[in-house]
């Protein structure tokens, strides 16, 4: 029952992340239910294909058929449609940073409990909050057992959410802390203020003091295909590997070598402010992950 959960929960988690483009994303821009439906699809149809890789590998378990399954999935497409409207709905209703970030953690969080919800009224699991608040209070501070098959759909989730996942909730938090784009293409520029105090001699030959305050702007080079990115979950996957080897202290080898790559724009206090969140939430979320790595091996 957990590893068919696990089935629709990874499905869900590759069709939102790993198989949304860029093109996706800007058709639902433009046009709301035509880009919805079509990324709903693509929901349904990933989900049909990790059902019938899971009844190939596992075998049609015990009075639930192929066909349950896909109406199964059917259902959970449906209801994802609908989340994912109430989420754009509600997106331009707040456009605080904090807020949108908070509605992409309430957005997937709908969808887990949307999952469980059709798979427990069609009879494909069988849980109880009672025995979920048991289940998460073990595995936070206890011990629990997992089957290989489980262990493995757990750690490839995990995988997903640390690189993808955590890549689109930190360009939500972190896009109004950005540098600005420049008007060339494929640059940016990073404003700074600097208070400076001028001494000059006035008409009667005496020293006064004048303090003035330079703005400057610096025009930076983008890194090509978005390459901060990706080294971002780079970044996040290392550290969750440092973690379950027992070497905490390899997490100040890559402060260093980022802190080298960008050590000219630290001269702006903005871009300094920018990283210093970027970096922190970063290495947070792998963190969290990290010990969730621990307790399942």
Known sequence: ML???????????????????HRLIQLKKKHLHQGLALHSLCHLVITMLAVSLYTVIVGDPVDITWGTMAVAAFFVAILHYLIDWMKVASGKRFTNTIISAGLFLIDQLLHVISIIVVLHTMGLIRYSFAAFKADSLQFLFGHMIFSDPVKLMLLVIIFILVTQGAGYFLNILLRNLGPTPSLGKGTYSIADEQTQIKTYHNEQGEEAQEVITVKTERIYRDSPHHIG??????????????????????????????????????????????????SLSSALIALVFGYAVLRII
């Open 229 to 278: 990115r990706y080294i971002g979950m780079i970044e996040r996957v290392l550290i969750i590997i440092f973690i379950v080897q027992g070497i905490p202290h390899g997490m100040m080898f890559l402060i260093a070598v980022k802190s080298l790559a960008r050590f000219k724009q630290f001269e702006s206090k903005e871009f300094a402010e920018y990283y210093l969140v970027g």
């Open 3 to 21: 590893l068919l959960f696990l089935t629709f929960l990874l499905a869900h988690f590759a069709a939102d992340f790993v198989f949304q483009g």
